[in-house]
C-alpha cells in the first residue's frame, strides 16, 4: 500500500480552519461531538469527484 501524504503538518490547525485541498479533508468545529457544521466543508472538498451522470439515449 503506498500512501501520500500532502499538506504535512506538526502543529493543529485552528478551529474551523479548512484543509481540503490534497486527498484527505481535515475540519474541525467548535462545539459538541456532531457531524452537522462539518457537511458543507466536505461536500465542498468531495464536488470534485461528483460528475454529471451519463445519460443512455
Known amino acids: 500500500m503506498m500512501i501520500r501524504i ?5 502543529e ?10 490534497g486527498m484527505i479533508a481535515f475540519r474541525q468545529h ?11 466543508t466536505f461536500l465542498q472538498f468531495a464536488e470534485r469527484y461528483f460528475q454529471e451522470p451519463v445519460r443512455k439515449e
Open 12 to 21: 493543529f490547525l485552528p478551529q474551523e480552519a479548512l484543509l481540503i485541498d
Open 6 to 10: 500532502e499538506n504535512a503538518t506538526n
Open 30 to 40: 467548535s462545539g459538541a461531538h456532531t457531524t452537522g457544521p462539518n457537511w458543507p
